[in-house]
Structures are given as structure tokens and as C-alpha cells.
């Protein structure tokens, strides 16, 4: 899901579909906090860290961050 969401922010479409509603305000804060874990695993740390320090910067449980991460990987 993450790559197709990229390729729509990448040809400027991302933010005018959220705009219209197309794209649920709920999938753009997802995308928000998949990319927050994507920029903590790039420091080379583990996923468990990463996760903990994703849901303490962004206030999202731990459970819920994992949940986000498994549908951003989906196609």
C-alpha cells in the first residue's frame, strides 16, 4: 500500500485526493506514521525499537504501529 501511496505523492495527487475525501484522513496519518518508523529504522536500529520510539513520537500504542507497518507493506 505505502508504495502505491508514494507513486500518488510523487505525481502530486496524494494531497488532492485527500482533499476530496478519496483518500480517508485515517490512511494519510498512517502514511505519516509508517514513514515516522521507516525514518527510525533508517538510524540502524531494531524494529521493537523503532516501533517504541515511532508510538512515543507520534502518541500511537505499539499495537496499533504494528498493525500500520503490516498494511503498509501489503500490496
Avoid: C, W
Avoid at 485526493?17 to 527510525?40: C, R
Amino acid at each position: 500500500m505505502y508504495e502505491s501511496l508514494k507513486i500518488l505523492e510523487e505525481n502530486n495527487l496524494f494531497d488532492t485526493l485527500v482533499k476530496q475525501g478519496i483518500i480517508s484522513i485515517t490512511i494519510a496519518g498512517h502514511k505519516y506514521i509508517y514513514e515516522t518508523f521507516l525514518k527510525e529504522k533508517s538510524k540502524g536500529i531494531g524494529t521493537s525499537q523503532a516501533v517504541t520510539n515511532t508510538s512515543i513520537e507520534t502518541a500511537t500504542p505499539e499495537s496499533t504501529v504494528y498493525k500500520i507497518i503490516r498494511k503498509m507493506k501489503k500490496l
